[in-house]
């Protein structure tokens, strides 16, 4: 059993910046691709920043060139930097993990991110 918890969420302005952070249990990142989606009031859940298979990342089009997904295996801890905050950022922001198999896949607990313009 995998268990995903998340931190750094909360309120900031407009531009501003906020730093997530997922801490796993245990060493996973070998067997699992990390990623962090995201979902806002009344719409779909979507792709915010991903790992790929091959080691590379994956970004949703409105959050390229202002979030960055990041690692530490050390800390079995992934990151996601957000800059330039807008209003439509507001959601709330999940860890997920899945399997390269992708038979199975875990997920935190969510952590709320609200952006005030």
């Known amino acids: 059993q995998v268990q995903l918890v998340e931190s750094g969420g909360g309120l900031v302005q407009a531009g501003g910046s906020l730093r997530l952070s997922c801490t796993a249990s245990g060493d996973i990142f070998s067997m699992y691709v990390m990623g962090w989606p995201r979902q806002a009031p009344g719409k779909e859940r979507e792709l915010v920043a991903r790992?790929?298979?091959?080691?590379?990342?994956r970004y949703g089009d409105s959050v390229k060139g202002r979030f960055t997904i990041s690692r530490d295996h050390a800390k079995s801890t992934v990151y996601l930097q957000m800059n330039s905050l807008e209003a439509e950022d507001t959601a709330v922001y999940y860890c997920?993990?899945?399997?390269?198999?992708?038979?199975?896949?875990?997920w935190g607990q969510g952590t709320q991110v609200t952006v005030a313009s």
């Open positions: 790992f790929t298979d091959g080691g590379g990342s």
């Open positions: 997920h993990a899945e399997h390269l198999s992708k038979l199975r896949d875990y």
